[in-house]
């Protein structure tokens, strides 16, 4: 009775999506924490959007109580799309930043955003070099070390502050403390004070210094001033969560929930306890590639362990991928040994769904656009998405005469120019789908796939050791095979192919 109730729970939003047995259970599960493990295409998005709309209409939920979570703006437009604009449900759906904000605002009135940390950092360290010379002395120090050093011009100091603001060493200085602030502000308590504790080279002692002393004003100035930045909505938020405050959620749902954040993982249990609603968690270790913005995959994967009693359930069947594709996609991401085990499916079968394309250096655009003919031959109205490590590799299309740039990713291709084609790095991707992809830059170099590109020592203090190798880009690479619908087409160099490469192709 209760499975046919949900069979055309979802036809006011599209008639035509019928939900798998998997799916069916999810949405009729009703344990207090539920952790929904999808695989890439497996149609999470529609799972939960079903099983909000069979609370709603089926166990009488007030919408109101029910809170979905994201990461993205674009995920949360897609959710208002379909439960505000199309069912006229309201629901609250947010990011995690937003809803620190929400939560802040119950206690505090006079509640001010720092729109420029940037600005406020440049007078901290004017006035810090102005009245203490110590801090001075280290601070013109190390900006005239190889880490911040761009031109030859020291900056010394009878130099009038216009002058260092402006030269290139002092803007690279910024551009090395903001990148290590926003790494420390992922850290937890417990992390920070083993980091203080680690010893430490000269220049890390002497940088570490700066920043501490930098912080410790910064966070007074916001004070004195009732300022709030992005970092606080998400801890301040936690914090005024144990006092009494009035939130009445009956049901909470994070999406992309591998992206959590060890904050954001503290805001969301607090809220949990503080509200008692029953939470659902929906996402994908394979797909976890955030972690240079904080994002830690063993909130994940630990899940059944931080939130006891939980439940969890799987997504396997995939409604983008071919079944063969899928098969040696997965084989490959499970080289990295911390991933949950996963047995994807699907119905949809391809043969030959990875095609190796050799070029040399001088031959890329020639090959480029072969494999361009040959798939507008099969079909000449498809969506091809050309996927990069990097935003500049798109550089390596602009030298190529049949394609024409429309738009600031999209090109046209003169001779089929019903082919939709779009450059976009494997980060912006994510989450999407296309009918045919191509990936370039699958060279071994530093700025090649995977990436050899070293944090600088000072990033490099603050992260954990694991000495599992390319953890994230092997993730990565997974998340670019899986955005097709039909085939992926690597471009390689004969010279130099990526390891990854060589991998793959035993795994056929």
């Known amino acids: 009775m209760e499975e046919r109730k949900i069979e055309t729970i979802l036809s006011k939003i599209d008639p035509n999506?019928?939900?798998?047995?998997?799916?069916?259970?999810?949405?009729?599960?009703?344990?207090?924490?539920?952790?929904?493990?999808?695989?890439?295409?497996?149609?999470k998005t529609t799972t939960i959007v079903a099983k909000v709309l069979y609370l709603i209409q089926e166990k009488k939920v007030d919408p109101k109580t029910i809170l979905m979570i994201s990461f993205t703006n674009e995920t949360i437009r897609d959710l208002k799309k379909q439960l505000h604009d199309k069912m006229h449900y309201p629901v609250e759906i947010m990011t995690?930043?937003?809803?620190?904000?929400?939560?802040?605002?119950?206690?505090?009135?006079?509640?001010?955003?720092?729109?420029?940390k940037k600005e406020l950092v440049t007078i901290i360290i004017s006035s810090l070099c102005k009245y203490d010379t110590i801090f001075q002395n280290k601070c013109y120090q190390f900006m005239n070390t190889k880490m911040c050093r761009v031109n030859s011009r020291k900056i010394k100091k009878e130099d009038s502050w216009e002058t260092i603001k402006n030269n290139p060493n002092y803007i690279k200085f910024i551009e090395i403390l903001l990148s290590f602030w926003n790494k420390w502000d992922t850290l937890?308590?417990?992390?920070?004070?083993?980091?203080?504790?680690?010893?430490?080279?000269?220049?890390?002692?002497?940088?570490?210094?700066?920043?501490?002393?930098?912080?410790?004003?910064?966070?007074?100035?916001?004070?004195?001033?009732?300022?709030?930045?992005?970092?606080?909505?998400?801890?301040?938020?936690?914090k005024l969560l144990q006092e009494k405050i009035d939130l009445s959620f009956s049901y909470i749902f994070v999406d992309e929930y591998q992206d959590i954040s060890y904050h954001r993982f503290?805001?969301?249990?607090?809220?949990?306890?503080?509200?008692?609603?029953?939470?659902?968690?929906?996402?994908?270790?394979?797909?976890?590639?955030y972690q240079f913005s904080g994002s830690d995959s063993n909130l994940f994967i630990k899940f059944p362990v931080l939130f006891p009693g939980s439940q969890v359930k799987f997504l396997t069947m995939t409604y983008r991928n071919s079944n063969e594709l899928i098969q040696i996609a997965g084989r490959f991401i499970m080289k990295n040994k911390s991933q949950i085990q996963k047995s994807l499916q699907s119905t949809k079968h391809i043969d030959g769904p990875i095609i190796y394309c050799y070029y040399r250096k001088s031959t890329f655009t020639?090959?480029?656009?072969?494999?361009?003919?040959?798939?507008?031959?099969?079909?000449?109205?498809?969506?091809?998405?050309?996927l990069g490590r990097y935003q500049h590799d798109i550089s390596r299309l602009y030298d190529n005469p049949l394609l024409k740039k429309v738009s600031k990713n999209h090109f046209c291709y003169k001779h089929y120019t019903k082919l939709s084609i779009c450059y976009l790095t494997i980060h912006a991707a994510k989450g999407l789908g296309y009918d045919q992809v191509i990936i370039i830059n699958l060279e071994d170099?530093?700025?090649?796939?995977?990436?050899?590109?070293?944090?600088?020592?000072?990033?490099?203090?603050?992260?954990?050791?694991?000495?599992?190798?390319?953890?994230?880009?092997?993730?990565?690479?997974?998340?670019?095979?899986?955005?097709t619908k039909n085939r992926v087409y690597l471009c390689i160099p004969y010279l130099h192919k990526s390891k990854f490469i060589r991998e793959l192709k035993r795994l056929h």
């Not at 570490?208 to 300022?227: A, D, G, P």
């Not at 249990?269 to 609603?277: I, S």
């Not at 990033?459 to 997974?478: D, G, P, V, W």
Request: charged letters at 30%; a positive charge; hydrophobic letters at 40%.
């Open 366 to 386: 020639k090959k480029l656009n072969y494999i361009l003919e040959m798939i507008a031959k099969e079909n000449c109205k498809q969506s091809i998405l050309i």
């Open 188 to 238: 937890n308590d417990k992390e920070k004070e083993c980091m203080k504790k680690r010893k430490k080279r000269k220049r890390q002692q002497d940088f570490f210094y700066l920043f501490q002393k930098i912080e410790q004003v910064y966070h007074l100035y916001k004070m004195k001033h009732h300022l709030f930045d992005f970092s606080d909505m998400i801890n301040e938020a936690t």
């Open 17 to 43: 999506i019928k939900l798998d047995k998997e799916q069916k259970e999810i949405v009729l599960d009703s344990s207090c924490q539920l952790m929904i493990i999808a695989g890439a295409g497996s149609g």
């Open 445 to 483: 170099g530093t700025y090649g796939f995977p990436t050899k590109v070293q944090d600088n020592s000072l990033i490099a203090m603050l992260k954990s050791n694991n000495r599992e190798t390319y953890l994230e880009e092997r993730r990565l690479f997974y998340v670019a095979l899986t955005r």
């Open 96 to 116: 995690f930043h937003k809803l620190g904000l929400e939560i802040i605002k119950k206690k505090v009135s006079d509640l001010t955003i720092l729109s420029n």
């Open 266 to 289: 503290l805001l969301l249990k607090t809220l949990v306890e503080k509200t008692q609603a029953k939470l659902v968690v929906v996402g994908d270790d394979w797909q976890s590639i």
